[in-house]
Structure formats: C-alpha cells, structure tokens
C-alpha cells in the first residue's frame, strides 16, 4: 500500500494583518511550503483547500499559477483544516497522485462568529435566543464534564495560561504575552466557567503543506515526515455537540473518541506512544474534554497531568506546544493545518525556543468543527 511523507511546510503568522487578504496570506504559505520542499507549483498534482470567510480557496491558482491542477474546496467547520489534509493524503495513498497539496487560509472579522442557523438545518428560534453564540455551548458543555468527572474548574485557567506561556515563544502566535492563571480567572466572565482569556479569537492567516509518496520523499528532502494515518468521523445519535437543538436521553461517545480509537488502530500504535499532541482548544474546557476523548488520559485524570506539568513543553505529553488555537486565534480554514505544520516542526527538531526535548517520534492533532465532525492524524518521523 502506498505510503505518504509530509515533505515541505509553510505558514503566514496568525494575528490581524492588515492590508493582506486571506487568500494573499494562503500564497505566502503555499510558496513557503513549495520552497521547503524544493519544487514548483507546476509540479503539484492536485490540491486542497478550505477558507470559511476569505472567499473559495481554489482561487489560490490566481497566485500560484494557471496550471490546470485539480484543485477541490473543502468546508468542513473548523474541521476544514485537518479535512484538507485527509483528502490530500488519500489522493496519494489511492495510487492516483504522486504529490498533493493541502492548504487552509482565512481572514475572519473581529468579534464572535456568527453563523447562520439555517446553514446547520435549525429553524430561526435557535439564533434568536442565543444558542448560535457558540460561547453559550462551549460553557454548558464544560459545566457538565467538570461535574460529572469531579474536576475543579481552577483547571481551566491553568491550561490558557500554558497556552499563552507557548505562544510568547512562537513568532508566528498572535497572542505573544504570558497571562498568569490568576489573571485569566479573574478576567471578564463571558459564559460560566469560562472567561474573556479562556476563549480563542476568529483571526487570520494560512498554512500549507506538501506531501509526496514515502518512497520518493528524499526527492524533496532529507527528512520527511510520515503520516501513519488520518481519520474523520461526524457525531452520531446521542452525543451532545454545538448547534444541536435538542439533547438524547442517551448518551453516545463524541465523533472525537470514534476518530481517535480510528487513527490510532490505523497507524498501529496507541496513545501512550504519543510524544507531542496538538488538540482542539477553541477554549480552555475544550483541551481538558478532549485529552480524554483522544484517549491521552483518562476522564478526571487531566487535573493531576496539567497540576504536575505533564502537559507542558517539557513534560511527559506536550499538548499544544505553539500555543493551540488560544494564543493563535482561529482563522478556520489553516488552524487544523497549523496544529500539523507544528507537530512536523517538532518531529524535525526545528522547535525552536519551545522544541519538545529528547526528540519526538510520534505526533498526534486533532480538531473539532460544528456540527460535530473530529479529525484526527498521526505523525512520526
């Protein structure tokens, strides 16, 4: 079976940037990553790309070229990354394709999302009382695990304030100042639990990645990155997932936990052999639910794991190492690509100020988008 290499990456920093549209900072990334792997556009097969708020991604040819490469958009929530690069890891892995692309950029205007409720099937009563404020759900959900897993919410500030020490050490972070856990609890309350510094931000900027069959990878360099496996599953009946107008009587496990025990049974390893993870983090009650639907942990053991520094830098499971979806903002269409553009930077060694020590060998992502879709990949080198 064919296998796939991760051969060249790039980004645009994530923040506000003014005077740069979406799709120009997507060419940025794109022409980075061309440059990391020491090829051209024209010698790209086929690409995919997904932007939310800055137009249809395969206008990207305009500035990259007029090749006639097969270019599809992907749309997939804040998913959208992490599907791009399934598909172009399934193009190569099919037989059909050589060299893919998978590429994500967008430039989201300041303040909440705001979805349309007939965009997920919901009559106009769900936005009408809050409910598409997706604060609102975040919140809710949270409430409910810290209670049934017997968690104390003071966790919540210690994990933004990790990301936030992570981010002052990324250049391409927006949020680049450390906030200390007392600060961020005391900050604005925006939906209990959760305050103004435990919330990501809609934001801007673009990420890319080239990927080539393994055996051809030292074509384009001399150290590639491997993906062992992608997964993607959507919700089933009975899970609790944002923008869902009503709650089972059963309870179901979250597409995240489907998607995760996939990967991992893919690649033919578990998740104790993870050396670096980078996860969904839209807000801080996110990082804590889903280091236990990975399978990372188990439920209500996250508070001792980030108590004793488990979860940092230089600890046993660095989780979100360039500062997570927290201290970059969340431009939807390249923040699941961010989280593998890190994962690779850390299994080359190039880390840089906030390098996992001892070498990594294998990496995890994973992301979340509404309605309730997870996708899930696994590195090594």
């Known amino acids: 079976m064919t296998e796939v290499a991760i051969v060249g990456i790039g980004i645009h920093p ?16 794109a022409r980075a990553a061309l440059a990391d792997a020491g090829i051209g556009w024209d010698q790209v097969q086929c690409a995919f790309g997904g932007s939310d708020a800055a137009g ?3 206008a990207i040819v305009n500035d990259l070229g007029l090749t006639g490469i097969e270019f599809v958009n992907v749309v997939n929530g804040c998913a959208t990354g992490g599907s791009a690069l399934t598909m172009a890891d399934r193009a190569i892995r099919s037989g059909a394709y050589d060299v893919s692309m998978a590429i994500g950029f967008d430039k989201h205007p300041p303040g909440a999302f705001n979805a349309s409720p007939a965009q997920y099937g919901l009559d106009e009563w769900y936005g009408d009382i809050g409910l ?16 049934d897993h017997d968690i104390d919410p003071e966790v919540l500030a210690l994990v933004a304030a990790k990301a ?20 961020i609890a005391a900050s604005p309350m925006v939906s209990y639990p959760l305050t103004k510094y435990m919330f990501c931000s809609p934001a801007e900027g673009g990420v890319a990645l080239v990927l080539a069959r393994a055996d051809i990878a030292h074509r384009f360099t001399d150290r590639p990155v491997y993906v062992r496996s992608t997964a993607m599953r959507s919700r089933r009946y009975g899970t609790f997932e944002v923008f869902s107008p009503s ?21 033919g390893i578990g998740p104790e052999d993870v050396d670096v993870a980078q996860i969904q983090d839209t807000e801080s009650g996110a990082e804590v639910m889903h280091m236990a639907e990975t399978g990372l942990c188990k439920h209500g053991e996250q ?25 970059n903002g969340e431009p939807i269409g390249a923040s699941g690509l961010r989280q593998i553009y890190e994962n690779v930077l850390q299994l080359r060694g190039d880390g840089g100020d906030r390098q996992v020590p001892g070498g990594p060998l ?16 696994v590195l090594s080198r």
């Open 164 to 183: 936030f020490r992570n981010g002052a050490l990324n250049p391409n972070a927006w949020r680049r100042t450390p906030l200390s856990p007392e600060a």
């Open 132 to 147: 598409m404020v997706t604060t609102q759900f975040f919140g809710v959900k949270i409430q409910r695990y810290l209670h």
């Open 14 to 29: 994530f923040g506000r940037t003014d005077g740069v549209s979406g799709r120009d900072q997507g060419a940025v990334a």
């Open 56 to 58: 249809n991604a395969d």
């Open 303 to 327: 508070v001792d794991l980030i108590r004793s520094g488990a979860t940092e830098i230089g600890g046993s499971l660095p989780i979100n190492t360039d500062g997570g979806c927290l201290a």
């Open 362 to 377: 294998v990496g995890f992502t994973h992301v979340y988008g509404a309605p309730g879709i997870s996708a899930c990949t």
């Open 247 to 267: 709650l089972a009587p059963e309870r179901t496990d979250g597409p995240t936990v489907q998607a995760a025990a996939a990967a991992f049974e893919a690649a």
